[in-house]
């Protein structure tokens, strides 16, 4: 039972890590119906920058309080990640946006592709770790075995992180003009321009969101982890995508319930399997579901205008 719950504690921290960058995935493609598969390597792009900053803030500045330190590098990264996302859209995607539908995606995997080797010339190939900044845990409970079940602050953090992110999101989608305006959009771009509505605008801020919760995502990627590595862009940003078309891509909600969904069989795995298949176990709910919900969990099913 103690390892049972600790490893739940252990799923929904990672599961909320997947969701963060899920909802960036399926804001992006509920407007323009593209995937944009270099959203994983700006993932990684702001783990670097939360990296670079933390130790600028820590070291140069000589700010001790880890709470400060973290919130400058949260701000800090959502702001250059932001940044990098609207140049990414304007350079890559725009002048694209109406040619075939491949074009897009193969500008995309170019981008994906230049992201990492960017970084890895910048950075080098190696693991970069950061100091450590949260060892604080509290010790839930132990077992008649001598297993103590633990929540660290930093596991807090992250799923507080989550759901907070989550509700300003479906708040912003749900209730304020530039929500509106990103529905129109998803409903009928071209109906949307003829209504007043800013496409290009919306569309680029669009991105602009989805690279700042790449930011948040890669900061407590960061927090959770100590490490990070120019090639850590791809795996997390497979298993976000995943995440995106198990809970139905387009929903918000759907985004992150798919990513604790995953990191949940992949921790679950871990400690009742084999290690080495955590993976093709995450795929194979994935395909499993499909086949009986096509649009995912919370996904509507996409109606064919006439």
Same mark, same amino acid.
């Given at each position: 039972m103690e390892v049972f719950a600790q490893q739940l504690i252990n799923g929904l921290t990672l599961g %909320?890590?997947?969701?963060?960058?899920?909802?960036?995935?399926?804001?992006?493609?509920?407007?323009?119906?593209?995937?944009?598969?270099?959203?994983?390597?700006?993932?990684?792009?702001? =783990?670097?920058?939360? +990296?670079?900053?933390?130790?600028?803030?820590?070291? !140069?500045?000589?700010?001790? %309080?880890?709470a400060l330190a973290l919130l400058i590098v949260l701000i800090v990264a959502m702001l250059l990640t932001a940044l990098w996302g609207w140049s990414i859209e304007r350079i890559a995607y725009?002048?694209?946006?109406?040619?075939?539908?491949?074009?897009?995606?193969?500008?995309?995997?170019?981008?994906?592709?230049?992201?990492?080797?960017?970084?890895?010339?910048?950075?080098?190939?190696?693991?970069?770790?950061?100091?450590?900044?949260?060892?604080?845990?509290?010790? $839930? !409970?132990?077992?008649?075995?001598?297993? =103590?079940?633990?929540? %660290?602050?930093?596991?807090?953090?992250?799923m507080l992180t989550t759901v907070v992110l989550l509700a300003g999101f479906w708040y912003l989608v749900q209730k304020t003009? /530039?929500?509106?305006?990103?529905? =129109?959009?998803?409903?009928?771009?071209?109906? =949307?321009? +003829? +209504?007043?509505?800013?496409?290009?605008?919306?569309?680029? +801020?669009?991105?602009? /969101?989805?690279?700042?919760l790449a930011a948040v995502a890669g900061t407590m990627y960061l927090l959770y982890y100590g490490v990070v590595s120019f090639a850590d862009g791809f795996t997390p940003g497979v298993k976000a995508f995943t995440a995106a078309v198990l809970g139905g891509i387009g929903s918000l909600p759907g985004a992150v319930l798919g990513g604790l969904l995953i990191g949940l069989v992949e921790t679950f795995w871990s400690?009742?399997?084999?290690?080495?298949?955590?993976?093709?176990?995450?795929?194979?709910? $994935?395909?499993?579901? $499909?086949?009986?919900?096509?649009?995912?969990? $919370?996904g509507r099913p996409e109606v064919e205008k006439v």
């Amino acid at each position: 039972m103690e390892v049972f719950a600790q490893q739940l504690i252990n799923g929904l921290t990672l599961g %909320s890590i997947y969701g963060l960058i899920a909802i960036g995935y399926t804001m992006v493609f509920g407007i323009i119906g593209m995937i944009n598969f270099a959203h994983g390597d700006v993932f990684m792009l702001s =783990a670097f920058i939360a +990296l670079i900053t933390f130790l600028i803030v820590t070291t !140069w500045l000589g700010i001790s %309080s880890i709470a400060l330190a973290l919130l400058i590098v949260l701000i800090v990264a959502m702001l250059l990640t932001a940044l990098w996302g609207w140049s990414i859209e304007r350079i890559a995607y725009r002048p694209l946006r109406g040619s075939f539908r491949l074009a897009p995606l193969i500008s995309a995997i170019g981008v994906s592709i230049f992201l990492s080797n960017f970084v890895q010339v910048v950075q080098g190939a190696r693991n970069k770790p950061t100091p450590p900044m949260m060892r604080d845990v509290i010790t $839930l !409970w132990t077992g008649d075995n001598g297993y =103590a079940v633990a929540l %660290s602050y930093k596991q807090i953090i992250i799923m507080l992180t989550t759901v907070v992110l989550l509700a300003g999101f479906w708040y912003l989608v749900q209730k304020t003009p /530039l929500g509106r305006a990103q529905r =129109a959009c998803e409903q009928d771009r071209k109906m =949307a321009a +003829l +209504l007043g509505i800013d496409v290009d605008r919306t569309i680029s +801020l669009t991105f602009v /969101l989805g690279a700042a919760l790449a930011a948040v995502a890669g900061t407590m990627y960061l927090l959770y982890y100590g490490v990070v590595s120019f090639a850590d862009g791809f795996t997390p940003g497979v298993k976000a995508f995943t995440a995106a078309v198990l809970g139905g891509i387009g929903s918000l909600p759907g985004a992150v319930l798919g990513g604790l969904l995953i990191g949940l069989v992949e921790t679950f795995w871990s400690a009742y399997f084999s290690i080495e298949y955590k993976d093709v176990a995450a795929f194979s709910i $994935l395909a499993i579901v $499909l086949i009986f919900m096509p649009s995912g969990i $919370l996904g509507r099913p996409e109606v064919e205008k006439v």
